[in-house]
Nanobody, 115 residues
C-alpha cells in the first residue's frame, strides 16, 4: 500500500517562505517524476513544479525564480522551497508521484499567504 505524507504548509505573510515536503512510502515500482500541484478556491488544479529522477525540473511561469523543487531519491521524498510568497500562491498543495505502473496523489496541505 502506497502512502504520500505531505508536511510544511501553513499561514505566512506575503514575502515570506515555506518549505513543503512529501514522503512516499510503500511499494512503489520505479518512481519517475515527482511534483507539486496546487488548487486555489474556485479554480482548477494546476502544475507548480516537477522533477525527474535525473533532476530535470519544470516550473509554472508564475513561480519561476521564487520556488525550487528538489528530491531525495534514497528517501523517496520531494521538497518545494517557496520564497517571496504572494497572496496568489494561496491554495491546497498536492504532491504527485509518477511511477512506471501508476500515479499517486497526496491528500494535500494548505498554504495560506496573507497580505
Amino acid at each position: 500500500q502506497v502512502q504520500l505524507v505531505e508536511s510544511g504548509g501553513g499561514l505566512v505573510q506575503a514575502g515570506g517562505s515555506l518549505r513543503l515536503s512529501c514522503a512516499a512510502s510503500g511499494s512503489i515500482f520505479n518512481i519517475n517524476r515527482m511534483g507539486w500541484y496546487r488548487q486555489a478556491p474556485g479554480k482548477q488544479r494546476e502544475l507548480v513544479a516537477t522533477i525527474t529522477g535525473g533532476g530535470t525540473t519544470n516550473y509554472a511561469d508564475s513561480v519561476k525564480g521564487r520556488f525550487t523543487i528538489s528530491r531525495d531519491n534514497a528517501k523517496n521524498t520531494v521538497y518545494l522551497q517557496m520564497n517571496s510568497l504572494k497572496v496568489d500562491d494561496t491554495g491546497v498543495y498536492y504532491c504527485k508521484v509518477v511511477s512506471q505502473l501508476m500515479d499517486y496523489w497526496g491528500p494535500g496541505t494548505q498554504v495560506t499567504v496573507s497580505s
